[in-house]
């Protein structure tokens, strides 16, 4: 099991669980940065000490063989997994070359030390910089908002808007001191994949060269090297394109409203202060509290003392005036499993409208007039995916202008063109009708930025891949398949003049996996997983003809054939979906949506 995701909406909710969470990253950062100065000891060995080189260089080995990497997510993609073993098979290299050690370690400062040093200082000393920051953010917050939630409500009004203000400011300031600190925090860990990784690797090229049969080792270590940089390449791309995604997101997180409900297994979460009767008075507790609206189950966790959570059965929630009591943003529910009611303040008036609204909350009868009944229903806020309707005419008139035109460019796909040209195109191409020559004047890159406009809308088995997809997409409607069908065809012709646009099949997965599967949560978790997205796109264009036409037989009595197969004595099957057909002498069941009648 990985690390778990941390995601930027925790930060408003600053749960236990969200804080449970950030120790593990933490502890992995500390000990990624213990592991680091171990490493770099070990190296200025190597440099220093030549009478001790064989022992260094043991121990080197053996620290890279213990170390293991941790990623975020549940699952790994076949270039992390190679990274990721990536140093127990540079430990395996070096027992090799120390046997046959000839001469002395060189350079190894420059290509080794100092960019391990430089990673630990500027990423993982960012990340500890960024942890002081929260936590003196977080105890500076949490003492003003107790102060500020002990103010009386009978102070001046003016008094209380100064009083109201200022919170926010510092609330803000808590938010983004942990919003930038989550970031820093995953930035480093998915940073070390790849960085970590590189030196690494040019210090064992360098030490090749210094040993007598280094030649020999270096050639039987140049594909193993070659796949690893792709692996690490491969990696580069995926975070490039994630960082921005997350970017994106903590920007939009950033710009919600404070009190933003994020998705979650509960109705309603987060803090709640919970007034405790005493013999001389009462005092107010700080708990966390999660609400879930099917059962009517509220259960209270004591923060402070971090006492197991008590749950109950909501009858009631009302509102509680404010001349009733000397404390802002209360309300009063009834439990069935005690007598009496109790009495929640809230964190702000909003605060306290989504725990009213989550709990069905009512308003207090009033005196000398009818009861006013507030709607119980809860609003819900509907996400609504944009979905981009493109005419299959549309994406066949691009396709014939930019094949010929610019095929050859170099970024295609991936160097924007001038937005200007690129809006003024669409907008002929989605009018009356398109002409070729009309195109003509825009420039490659900006004809090519338009189609990517246009087109938005886990097994090692690379076999087992293969027919997962085909399955996959034999499952689309008609049209959708049709238009997946032109535009990996498309690509594949992209990949084939590689030489000349630079575009491989691993570039244009980077460019249309987050475009062709984009959640429809965009969470940090979602964002972790368009590697794999990139993955599904890389084997449509690699396997196009497997994976659009041709079928695999599942059981014996279904038939394989590729495309443009040609069938005798079709009928149809007792099994839905399914023909009886006869191919090169082989009578067999056929699926009946890849087959058209003659």
Known sequence: MGLPTLEFSDSFLDSPDFRERLKYHEIELDRTNKFIKELIKDGNMLITALKNLSAAVQKFSQSLQDFQFECIGDAETDDEVNIAQSFKEFSQLLNTVEEERRRLIQNADDVLITPLEKFRKEQIGAAKEGKKKFDKETEKYYTVLEKHLALSSKKKETFLQEADTQIDKD?????????????????????????????????????????????????????????????????RNNFVSTKQEVEKLMKRIRSADQDYKPPGQWTMEGFLYVQE????????????CTYEKGSKTFSMTNFETKSSGKQVCLKSCIRRKTDSIDKRFCFDIEVVERHGIVTLQALSESNRRLWLEAMDGKEPVRNLSPPHTHSSSLSKCWFKLGTLCISHMHVCVCARIFTPLGISTLGLYRTGGVNSKVQKLMTTVFGKCVCLSDCMSFENLDLLSSFSEFTCKKSDDQNYRVRAVHALVHKLPERNKEMMELLIKHLVTVSTHSQFNLMTVSNLGVIFGPTLMRSQEETVAAMMNIKFQNIVVEILIENFDKAMYSCEAEHSHELSFPQGALFSNVYPSVEPGWLQATFQGKTGLIPENYVVYL
């Open 277 to 288: 009767k005493r013999p001389l008075g009462c005092t107010w507790t700080r708990h966390y």
């Open 171 to 235: 609330r803000q300031v808590f938010y983004d001191a942990s919003l930038e600190y989550v970031f820093k925090i995953q930035e480093v860990q998915e940073k070390k994949k790849f960085e970590f990784v590189e030196p690494l690797l040019a210090f064992l090229q360098g030490l090749f060269t210094f040993y007598h049969e280094g030649y020999e080792l270096a050639h039987e270590f140049e594909p193993y090297k070659t796949q690893l940089q792709f692996n690490l390449q491969n990696t």
